[in-house]
């Protein structure tokens, strides 16, 4: 069945520093990919998604770029700041309707 | 517009209390969730809704209860809760059929004592 794999945590960086999250998946056809976004005390929010191969997601300075040829779809961000501190999820949203899988999350810190 | 609104922000209640959790988003989408996530744990999905009819069960307990009043609205009724269902209740919606995107709410904040 359709999976997604996310890089494990805790992941502590010093400001301005590079950030990659990596996320694989597992599944049928062309899922669409997202990153999500959890502030501490608060609901997911949609960081970033891509709905076919090659596409990049892009918002606030962080990028993912759906890679079908290694099943795909890593999180970076050039200069990460000290309010991008949350839990990132991978997520896939494939061919059984209204269905999603998350990674099991990432928890940045980002320290100044 | 991409909100999805929920209500209580937090609850308390004892394990033979019935309170509801209440939901809304006026984007038009006809897919509702409701999801459980404990801490620094992902979401696990409970239940879906589609065009207003329970589609998805996810095997969960009798003490949880959904309910789609309309298209804008989702419950979820809550009795006789254990202390292990205290978690953040999150709410999302989204258009109809595959790799749709889903919007989240803020999520409830349950605390069964």
């Known amino acids: 069945g359709d999976s997604v794999t996310q890089m494990e945590g805790p992941v502590t960086l010093s400001e301005e520093a590079f950030l990659t999250i990596n996320c694989t998946y597992t599944?049928?056809?062309?899922?669409?990919l997202f990153w999500y976004v959890q502030y501490p005390g608060e609901g997911l929010q949609l960081l970033l998604k891509?709905?076919?191969?090659?596409d990049k997601g892009s918002n606030k300075g962080f990028e993912a770029t759906y890679r079908k040829e290694t099943t795909s779809f890593h999180l970076e961000k050039g200069s990460v700041q000290v309010s991008d501190s949350a839990v990132y999820f991978c997520?896939?949203?494939?061919?059984?309707?209204?269905?999603?899988?998350f990674g099991t999350g990432t928890s940045l810190t980002v320290i100044p | 517009d991409t909100e999805v609104t929920q209500t209580p922000k937090h609850l308390v209640m004892g394990m033979t209390n019935k309170k509801s959790l209440k939901c809304e988003q006026h984007?038009?989408?006809?897919?509702m969730y409701w999801y459980k996530q404990k801490a620094k744990k992902p979401p696990e999905l409970m239940f879906v809704?589609?065009?207003?009819?329970?589609?998805i069960n996810e095997s969960v307990p009798s003490r949880f209860s959904p309910e789609c009043p309309n298209s804008s609205l989702l419950n979820l009724h809550l009795h006789a809760l254990q202390p292990e269902d205290s978690a953040l209740y999150l709410c999302?919606?989204?258009?109809?059929?595959?790799?749709?995107?889903?919007?989240f709410g803020p999520g409830t904040r349950l605390l069964v004592l």
């Open positions: 999302a919606s989204s258009q109809e059929g595959f790799q749709e995107t889903q919007y």
């Open positions: 599944a049928t056809g062309y899922p669409s």
């Open positions: 891509a709905t076919k191969a090659d």
């Open positions: 997520a896939l949203s494939g061919r059984t309707g209204n269905q999603f899988y």
């Open positions: 984007m038009g989408h006809r897919a």
């Open positions: 809704y589609s065009y207003e009819k329970l589609s």
